[in-house]
């Protein structure tokens, strides 16, 4: 019985409100008589935040939010309707899916946020997204080696070599890959996966090249079946990210590059709803009818096969650094 009384103490203090410790603000704000007032008052408030960078970005918040919700007359049903939409967003969590990430990428905010630390600079290769559907377990391959399984789609082989901006080779560059399948669906999307498939991890030769057997990836669709899925019908958009081949290029003393080439005959490919593709980005795909060829590049079937040349160009650390280094100069002089 104590013990119950005890649980009781305990929940009870729990329940108490308590303050977060900060003080009253020192100067004295007005009480709002008219919706101007409430926006002056909340930047008073975060002109408080100690740091420079946190208060710049609050105060930009603030000022932008309240002249969007001022700016649409916004309803009380409207907000109501958008908090909703958010908490259902939130609570739309599922490995890999998350739906937050979605919600901001149809939107185009990760994209924005790319382009924009990630200026084109010394001919190199342009960055792009991660994806969801990374995972750390891809196979170290030979040369010339197939990432994907027989019977995963059509044949594709892949070539190029890893460059520096002066065109001198990178040797021993650790180039990984991933794609989708026939299907449209990655391994780990599987139920029985037992081992990584369409993916595989190489290293470049001593002249800087990279070759390897692929299947020509499919488009894939951002889930549907919640709020992100309701938001891209209600603006009439589809919801197929176009095909494309994801790579993770590293080297020492280079910036370690993440990004995605795109084959250029997919229809999906003007209208991302990510807006992950890039011009520097899109690749043509090179039909190959010679049987004899497929087999000698190790295709088992023989046939015919695509194939996608690239060379991908990497960044010094150093070059890295100056390029971050004026995007904040950039952003402090905005």
């Known amino acids: 019985m104590s013990g119950d009384i ?187 996966r037992v081992r990584p498939d369409c993916r595989g991890r190489f290293r470049t030769t001593k002249d800087g090249s990279f070759k390897y057997r692929a299947i020509v990836p499919q488009p894939y669709p951002l889930e549907s079946d919640g709020p992100v899925g309701e938001l891209l019908i209600s603006q009439r958009r589809h919801n197929m990210r176009p095909i494309h081949l994801h790579m993770i290029v590293e080297a020492p003393g280079y910036h370690k590059l993440v990004t995605m080439l795109y084959p250029d005959h997919c229809d999906y490919l003007r209208s991302d709803p990510v807006f992950g593709v890039k011009k520097s980005l899109v690749v043509k795909l090179e039909q190959v009818d010679d049987d004899e060829e497929a087999r000698k590049r190790g295709f088992p079937k023989g046939g015919s096969f695509k194939l996608l040349k690239h060379d991908i160009v990497l960044l010094t650390e150093e070059q890295w650094t100056v390029i971050q280094e004026q995007v904040i100069r950039n952003s402090e002089e905005q």
Do not use: C
């Open 6 to 192: 005890a649980q009781t103490q305990e929940a009870a203090k729990a329940t108490v409100a308590t303050s977060n410790g900060v003080p009253p603000p020192s100067f004295q704000l007005p009480l709002p008589d008219n919706p101007d007032i409430i926006t002056e008052n909340l930047l008073h408030l975060v002109g408080q935040t100690p740091n420079p960078r946190l208060r710049f970005i609050y105060q930009l918040l603030v000022q932008h939010i309240h002249a969007f919700v001022k700016e649409t007359k916004l309803s009380t049903d409207e907000f109501i309707a958008a908090v909703e939409f958010l908490t259902r967003a939130g609570q739309t969590f599922a490995i890999p899916r998350n739906e937050m990430a979605n919600l901001a990428g149809v939107l185009g905010v990760p994209a924005l946020v790319w382009s924009l630390n990630n200026p084109v600079t010394g001919g190199a290769t342009e960055n792009d997204f991660l994806g969801p559907y990374y995972t750390d377990d891809a196979e170290d391959m030979e040369v010339g080696d197939s990432i994907a399984s027989e019977g995963k789609g059509e044949y594709m082989y892949v070539e190029g070599r890893v460059l520096t901006t002066e065109g001198e080779p990178i040797p021993d560059a650790v180039v990984e890959t991933w794609e989708a399948d026939h299907n449209g669906l990655y391994d780990i999307q599987y139920v029985d």
